[in-house]
């Protein structure tokens, strides 16, 4: 069973890409085969993994896969980076929340039937774009299975209460579950200040009980391995105690 997860956040800036690189790098450093997807139309994981060229071919892309996903296969679209295998976001992409929209059939549900059959991989790993809106909900309902990057600042704790109305949402009006598997605490950097500390302990408050809430911190080895195109477990990269947070994330994501 291929296993889907979504990084997701509405939020601009929060870690969505760094931490799906990194917890990427971290399950293939497990010795499990993984698929990244970029759904940012913006298209930075594919860029930061290097991957331009993909950004602006000519089709068939991700986006004419989203628009037909009986028609397409997702082995056929993607591109094979060092640690992972990656789905390329292309630039058509900004008009594909009105193409889908304006199609009006399960707008919402094409992610969903472009992983029907994909099951090349143990994990595939989503990359949630920066707002609110059916490319979003796509990810959520094709994944059902989210890890949430927020940030130590006050903004976070709206921003988490705004997706969690969203997701509820989506629950009752397609009847699924969406499941939240841990909180990513991203690009910590101490000495905190008052306002971070409380902002951490609420989030530890409010999901510590239920799910792990895990401390990535801001690291120049974390900066500088996605400079190079890798992940922290990249073969060029350098030491960093956030492996050992990297891994704890892909082990409660590959033993649940
Ligand atoms: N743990 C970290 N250490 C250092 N820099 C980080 C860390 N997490 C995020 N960043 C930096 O913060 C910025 C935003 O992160 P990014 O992953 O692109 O967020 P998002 O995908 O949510 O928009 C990027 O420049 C990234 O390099
Ligand atoms: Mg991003």
Known sequence: MTQRVGILQQKGGVGKTTNTINIAGALADRGLDVLAVDMDPQGYLTH??????AYTANEPTLYNALKEPTEHDVEDL??????????PANIDMFRLEQDLIASGMRPRMRLD???????AWDVILVDAPPSLGPLNDNVALATQQLVVPVEADDSSQLALNHLLRQLDTLESR???HVDILGVVVSNVEYPLDNEQ???IEWFQDRFEDHVPVWEVRNRAAIKRAIKNGESVFGENAEETDMREVYAAIAEEINDG
Do not use: P
């Open 174 to 176: 397609y009847d699924v």
């Open 48 to 53: 930061r993994l290097g991957f331009e060229d």
């Open 113 to 119: 039937q472009l992983f029907d059959g994909a099951d």
């Open 197 to 199: 500390k409380n902002n």
């Open 78 to 87: 993607t591109v094979q980076h060092v640690e992972f295998d990656l789905l």
